[in-house]
């Protein structure tokens, strides 16, 4: 009988670890979407197609200048927890503004955007016991861990169908508290949730809503509010959870909603009581980046128009993607070996980084691209992109018929 760790170097085969492979990049601040990649004959400048950081905030000089500032006033690191010395004026500052930025009395920062998702629903979806959850069968990973370690009960309806709510929310007993759990942008397939509907089913059956708005959060919306925001609802979503580290450019994530839940998820969730907060200069960095998007839309104008042109000139490259509703613009391969052929020549012709997407990320069979344009991508860019990517296309014989089959193959929520 070999020992635990045994069991790994002895008893697993290659054939049954998945298969990740990382692309080392150094990105060169003062000349995104620019980096410097390791590659096998030595280092080699790429163009990066598939980083989170949306808006180049992460290389803003106002950003970069708190950032200093911070590190320079208080050091590399917070020295504790939010509860033992680890709270600085920064992180206070920050939630003010989130709580404002989304029009809620309070919010709270957490390390990282998972730790957010999985520590304050671990809580709220667990309170009272007998609370019923209802969640999109296609929520991230961190809201699924979320609600698995509340123990509530889980009802998954079918992604962004709005008919299907209605019938398990109809299905339930009218007594029991219920919370809606979902995303405005989603962040494989990049379409958007049918919200202003699935408000009206919360108001009817008197359920609280929480809203992760990660992947609009800076890009869509009066200031860069999110989803909710742009289409004026945001007032209908009790909770909004948001990220630091996509349009805001750094690191950690936060939720923001009224008073007394604030308040709760910060005396009782685990992930937020026993880890060391986030270093000033990272709070000041993302505070920084609130204030400058809520006043410019120039980075949204960018992203909107270099989106819009990708999405016409795949258009007319018969190259099919998930959606067209955002600036996620998933190629659909729909298999593992050709969507890991497509990066690597992606990679080898043309210097250009595109991750290749496979499971767990996405299910087996729905292997994708996921290509994000950037508002420091140039229309120059974007053209040459999509050229690089139609010739790959045909070279690999990825035919539409069977990338579009699998791009409407089922997703059920990893439990």
Known sequence: MPTHL???????????TPSRTFLEISRQAGNFPTALARVPEGSAEVSVWCSNDYLGMGQHPLVLAAVHD?????????????????????HVELERELADWHGKDAALLFT??????????????????????????????????????SGATKRIFRHNEVEHLAQLLADTDPELPKLIVLESVYSMSGDVAPLAEIAELARRHGAT????????????????????????????FDIIMGTLAKGLGTVGGYIAGPNGLIDYVRATSRAFVFTTSLPPATAAGALAAVRHLRGSELERQRLAENARLLHRLLDDADIPYKSSD?????AVVGDDTLCKQASALLLDRHRIYVQAINAPSVREGDELLRIAPSATHTPTDVKEFAEALAGIWRDLGITTASARRGSSSPVKEVV
């Open 6 to 16: 045994e069991h790994f170097t002895t008893e697993v085969t290659p054939a049954q």
């Open 70 to 90: 911070a590190v320079a006033k208080f050091g590399a690191g917070s020295g504790g927890s939010r509860n033992i010395g680890g709270t600085n004026h920064r």
């Open 326 to 330: 955002s600036h996620i613009v998933s």
């Open 209 to 236: 809503t929480f809203l992760d708005e990660v992947h609009a959060i800076g890009m869509y919306g009066p200031e860069g509010a999110g989803i909710a925001a742009r289409e004026g609802i945001a007032d209908r």
């Open 112 to 149: 990282s955007g998972y730790t957010a998702n999985d520590g304050a629903l671990t809580v709220l979806a667990g309170t009272p016991d007998d609370t019923v959850v209802f969640s999109d069968e296609l929520n991230h990973a961190s809201i699924i861990d979320g609600l698995r370690h």
